[in-house]
């Protein structure tokens, strides 16, 4: 079952050091995508998005000086620049992302990761 969890991680982001603590805390060891080492291609930002079922601008970080620098506010921005946007800069993903079998969301607050994991 862990095999079939993936989370994509920022060690220097309190919530996604929290996350990784409570799949762990539930026996489980998640496939860990360090995001900004290893930044996720644009297929697997689309599929992230698609199984999220929310617009890309939902996984932007907005508060990413980047995120203003590149005047992504402005709704003039599509769904396929944004996700090129995010290729480009990967800081502006939000963290902590966690895929598994029970859906695709960003756990933020990390509680969010629970309704996410196996039950007992």
């Not at 199984?51 to 995120?67: D, S």
């Not at 590149?70 to 946007?85: I, N, T, V």
Request: hydrophobic residues 40%.
């Amino acid at each position: 079952m862990s095999d079939d969890i993936t989370l994509f991680h920022n060690p220097a982001c309190g919530t996604s050091r929290t996350v990784l603590a409570r799949i762990r805390e539930a026996g489980l060891e998640p496939r860990i995508v360090e995001y900004l080492k290893t930044p996720p291609t644009k297929e697997q930002l689309r599929s992230l998005v698609a199984a999220m079922g929310t617009p890309v601008r939902a996984i932007l970080r907005e508060k990413e000086p980047v995120y203003a620098q590149l005047g992504l506010a402005d709704p003039k921005w599509s769904e396929e620049q944004l996700l090129d946007f995010v290729v480009q800069h990967p800081i502006l993903l939000n963290r902590p992302v966690v895929a598994s079998p029970l859906g695709t969301r960003v756990c933020r607050p990390a509680e969010e990761v629970d309704a996410l994991l196996p039950r007992g």
